[in-house]
């Protein structure tokens, strides 16, 4: 008995995605073809294909993979590895209940990738939070440094000014002082003088 779910049409796109980025099948179709049908269902049941990135950066087939989408070959790979290689892998997941629940979850992950979201394709750790908001709101982002470093130039004049000031009128009180006391002991002097 067939336990068969839309998780088997996410599997199925998974496969769609891994050769849309790669150019090949998740599986070595060599393999498959000369294995028995029981061996290439336990393959594909069975055993876990690589990620795409590592895929296309041993493969012999980056150059014309970058190639056909204008573009390096090492972009192509670095481009690939991580957010699409979880993109994939969680969509190729053996244990259906860890594969996307739907077609429009993957889309909807897809769809946070292209956006620079965080894609829940993955664990998100603070580090990935932040990169993802920072490449998301890279203006917004300049302009807060722009006015912090405003500010803080303007807090560090304001407070070298108010020291000097607050040293100078201290400078000022001991002279006062100074000429005070020097003045009331010419008093002194004087009226002992008398």
Request: with cysteine; charged share 30%.
């Amino acid at each position: 008995q067939l336990d068969i779910d839309t998780r088997s049409d996410v599997y199925s796109l998974g496969v769609l995605l891994y050769e849309l980025l790669t150019g090949q099948t998740p599986f070595d179709g060599e393999r498959l073809r000369s294995a028995a049908f029981d061996d290439v269902l336990r393959i594909i049941r069975e055993e876990d294909p690589p990620r795409p990135s590592s895929r296309i950066s041993t493969s012999a087939t980056l150059p014309e993979a970058a190639t056909n989408r204008h573009i390096e070959p090492k972009r192509l790979s670095a481009l690939v590895r991580g957010e699409l290689d979880w993109i994939v892998m969680k969509a190729l997941e053996k244990d259906r209940a860890r594969r996307y629940a739907t077609a429009t979850a993957l889309a909807a992950d897809v769809e946070h990738y292209l956006n620079d979201e965080p894609v829940d394709a993955c664990p998100p750790s603070s580090v990935y939070l932040i990169g993802k908001f920072t490449r998301r709101n890279r203006g917004w982002l300049s302009t807060a440094a722009v006015v912090l470093l405003t500010v803080l130039v303007g807090l560090t004049v304001s407070t070298v000014l108010i020291a000097r000031e607050r040293d100078a009128a201290e400078v000022s009180a001991r002279r006062e002082a100074v000429a005070a006391h020097q003045a009331e002991q010419r008093l002194d002097d004087a009226r002992y003088n008398l």
